[in-house]
């Protein structure tokens, strides 16, 4: 698994720089087109964009993981979806779905709390760690941290004989 995830964050990383140089050039042609329309006021659009636009690479990387976390805890809180988070979602190496819950178990938190301080801690370190590795190789390597303490505790879980699910990576 991880060496597909830095593969395909090499290959992301290729791709999205190829575009990045592509983008400027479309953009520099259209900055003027811009200036010659009347700009509208109050546009939710553009204030979102803005907002956006001011936060840093990092922040911006972290802000989808943080929106799947968050997904993934409203999702705990529907009753009829219990059952397929418990085989999904929860690490457990009893059960006879190994191999997905090793990834989506890292998006998986059930208390808010826990969720709130997670995401609090990976917000604060985004902008340094995604300026030294980029933003692919950083997603690259948050995924590969989860699997693996997955399986790390797939086979703690083995060794001491307790097999009950657990969530988080």
């Known amino acids: 698994f991880t060496g597909s995830a830095f593969g395909s964050a090499a290959i992301w990383q290729y791709e999205s720089l190829k575009s990045r140089v592509q983008t400027y ?25 803005s907002w956006w636009n001011s936060l840093t690479e990092g922040q911006r990387t972290v802000t989808g993981i943080i929106a799947a976390n968050v997904f993934v805890f409203c999702l705990w809180r529907v009753s009829g979806m219990r059952r ?3 085989t999904y ?20 938190h059930f208390s ?14 985004s902008s340094s760690i995604v300026s030294l590795l980029g933003c ?17 505790s797939y086979v703690a879980k083995m060794a001491t004989g ?3 699910p657990s969530l988080g990576a």
């Open 162 to 164: 307790r097999f009950e």
């Open 25 to 49: 050039f479309e953009e520099a042609r259209a900055d003027w087109m811009d200036k010659m329309r009347p700009q509208k006021r109050g546009d939710f659009r553009k204030q979102v964009n």
């Open 89 to 108: 979602f929860t690490s457990n190496p009893s059960s006879r779905a190994l191999c997905s819950p090793m990834l989506l178990s890292t998006f998986s």
């Open 84 to 86: 397929i988070m418990f």
């Open 136 to 152: 692919e190789q950083f997603i690259a390597v948050y995924l590969s941290a989860g699997v693996i303490s997955t399986f790390v």
């Open 112 to 125: 808010l709390f826990h969720m709130a301080a997670n995401m609090y801690v990976l917000w604060s370190f």
